[in-house]
């Protein structure tokens, strides 16, 4: 169907212009969006357009305009006209900020007209004439200018892209903390390293070349401590990472207080300097490491690199500041003392202090933010110390558990398992892990430890035999009576739904035996109670396992990424 649209000015009625196309003419689409892009002055206080069906997936630009209804004039029936407001995030911001564009159809002329909030820059002045156009250009770019320069923008730059979005809620307060933990750390960097090249210049006397191999030496045993340091710690960085942070943060502040300390004893130069950047090496090393586990946790589009990138803007933008606000710092400093080849030492450990301090602490604080969804022996304890304590610690260990029906353990398991984010609130990372059941595990330890002794070379031979289990299943476990301790073995061919389910089938053995430990005495031997501990906590396993491996994907924790185990090595393979 063809019809004719038309653009008409309220204060000029001569001004008319005609645009004949069909519903799906691109002549006519392009020529709108172009008006529209081009911010074109018109003329009107009132502007019509035919409804063109629009694939561009530009942001309009604001125009501002006031609608009518064309038959409102020639009468007061207005049904026929529908209105639909649409909302845009505008671009280039990435604060919650939308241009809403709303259009007035009128199915009896076939027109349509829109209305876009907020106003386009200098639209309101479009109408006043040529004359002014000038003036209009300059003020869009005076605001185009303040735009660019506004704090939005700026931040813009320092954030992933589609934020807050495309990230989990919880990583702005991170980056926010992890900011404040980078500026403070270049500030006593500096502040180190300054006490640093002083005591080099002491020890070194008036050769050059002496300072420098001094330099190049403990640079190079620095970066053999880092190499040695990441090879004994191997997949931790993954299943702990803000442990793994923390202490990084903790050896870096170390290193910087030796060399600050270096110029009491400028003799023994190398031997500080070295100790001190092997600290630093362990420290960058294990930051990095544990920042890309922490940056996977933020991303919701696999933007794992966007947020990697944007890490390190930040890092560098918060290290420009910090390395300024130092060099002011021990500019100061300089000044404190009368005799320049004294260092001012006391004053310089005064200002180092606080700023070490706060380093540490803003690093602990950010750490909080970070969500850990796999499965270490601290986090999966937690998790299963929760659904343990209802289904087994409540009851005495005679009385049987009612029956439960599928539905009432699904609904009763959602109920206790938490959250990884709920997890990450009651994790310990800076003090030592204590595990909330009394009676040890040990996981895939050394088989020949145990075949020593007939006690417990019988029970090994009873664990691999699987005697004391129900069913086959694809792990091994033993009772350790010398050191009251649970052992468990995993097959090669466990998968992640059998580690969890052996672990838990472990921690329930765990609680059953602490029952027993605190109930009356028996004629039953230890070795008995041991084994019937684990059948009875077999049975609680065959029965919740599989519906725990749901509950807790549902929850959104990682079954298939475990750190239960150190790997696949010590797996065993039964022939």
């Known amino acids: 169907m063809n019809f004719l649209p038309s653009l008409r000015s309220a204060n000029s009625p001569s001004s008319w212009h005609a645009i004949r196309t069909s519903a799906t003419s691109t002549s006519a689409q392009r020529r709108l969006h172009g008006l529209i892009r081009t911010h074109r002055p018109l003329p009107a206080a009132t502007t019509w357009f035919s409804t063109i069906p629009t694939k561009s997936s530009k942001p309009l630009r604001s125009l501002s305009t006031s609608t009518k209804n064309p038959s409102a004039s020639g009468g007061d029936d ?7 407001s649409i909302r845009q995030r505008r671009a280039g911001t990435w604060l919650p900020k939308w241009q ?7 199915h009896d002329s076939k027109t349509c007209s829109f209305q876009s909030t907020p106003a386009s820059r200098g639209s309101d002045k479009t109408a006043a004439g040529a004359g002014e156009s000038s003036t209009t250009a300059t003020e869009t770019d005076i605001d185009a200018a303040k735009h660019l320069l506004s704090p939005q923008t700026a931040l813009a730059v320092f954030l992933p892209k589609g934020f807050p979005e495309s990230v989990t809620p919880n990583y702005w307060p991170f980056a926010k903390w992890q900011f404040v933990h980078n500026v403070a750390g270049s500030v006593t960097a500096v502040i180190s390293t300054q006490s640093l090249l002083f005591a080099m210049g002491l020890g070194a006397g008036s050769i050059p070349m002496a300072a420098a191999l001094n330099w190049i030496i403990k640079d190079g045993l620095g970066q053999l401590g880092g190499v040695i340091y990441a ?40 031997v500080i300097a070295s100790i001190s950047n092997i600290g630093k090496n362990m420290a960058w090393l294990a930051s990095s490491a544990t920042r890309a586990q922490m940056n996977k946790t933020f991303a919701l589009r696999d933007n794992l690199g966007d947020i990697t990138g944007k890490s390190g803007s930040q890092t560098t933008a918060a290290g420009l500041v910090g390395t300024g606000l130092g060099v002011v710092i021990a500019a100061l400093m300089s000044h404190i003392s009368e005799d320049p080849t004294v260092l001012p030492l006391v004053p310089m450990c005064l200002t180092f202090l606080p700023f070490s301090i706060f380093n540490i602490y803003s690093n602990y604080r950010s750490s909080h933010y970070v969500t850990t969804p796999s499965l270490n022996i601290p986090r999966a304890e937690t998790v299963f110390y929760s659904v343990i ?4 610690f409540d009851k005495e260990p005679e009385q049987k558990r009612e029956k439960l029906s599928l539905a009432e353990l699904v609904h009763k398991l959602e109920e206790l398992v938490p959250t990884p984010m709920q997890v990450a609130h009651k994790e310990v990372f800076v003090s030592a892990y204590q595990s909330p059941f009394k009676v040890g595990i040990e996981v895939e330890p050394a088989i020949h430890r145990f075949a020593g002794r007939d006690k417990r070379t019988e029970a090994l031979d009873q664990a691999f035999r699987q005697v004391n ?30 580690l969890v389910q052996g672990f838990y089938h472990a921690c329930a053995t765990r609680a059953i035996m602490e029952q027993q430990h605190q109930g009356s005495g028996s004629g039953v031997s230890k070795e008995d109670q041991w084994n019937m501990a684990i059948r009875q906590a077999h049975e609680e396993a065959i ?28 797996r065993i393979q039964i022939d």
Not at 483 to 490: C, G, L, M
């Open 78 to 84: 207005q049904s026929a006209l529908k209105a639909l």
């Open 100 to 106: 809403t564009l709303t259009l007035s159809t009128d």
């Open 231 to 270: 090879s004994f710690v191997s997949d931790k960085f993954d299943s702990e990472p803000k442990r793994f942070r923390f202490q990084a943060t903790v050896a870096m502040q170390g290193a910087n207080v030796l060399e600050l300390l270096t110029p009491l004893w400028p003799g023994s130069f190398l």
């Open 389 to 392: 304590k209802e289904l087994v």
């Open 469 to 498: 289990l129900i069913q086959k299943e694809h792990y091994y476990m033993m009772a350790d009576i010398r050191v009251n301790k649970v052992v468990i073995w995993f097959d090669k061919k466990a998968k992640g739904k059998d």
């Open 543 to 570: 029965e919740t396992g599989p519906r725990l491996v749901e509950v807790m994907r549902q929850k959104e924790w990682d079954t298939d990424s475990l750190f239960l185990t150190d790997g696949d090595r010590n």
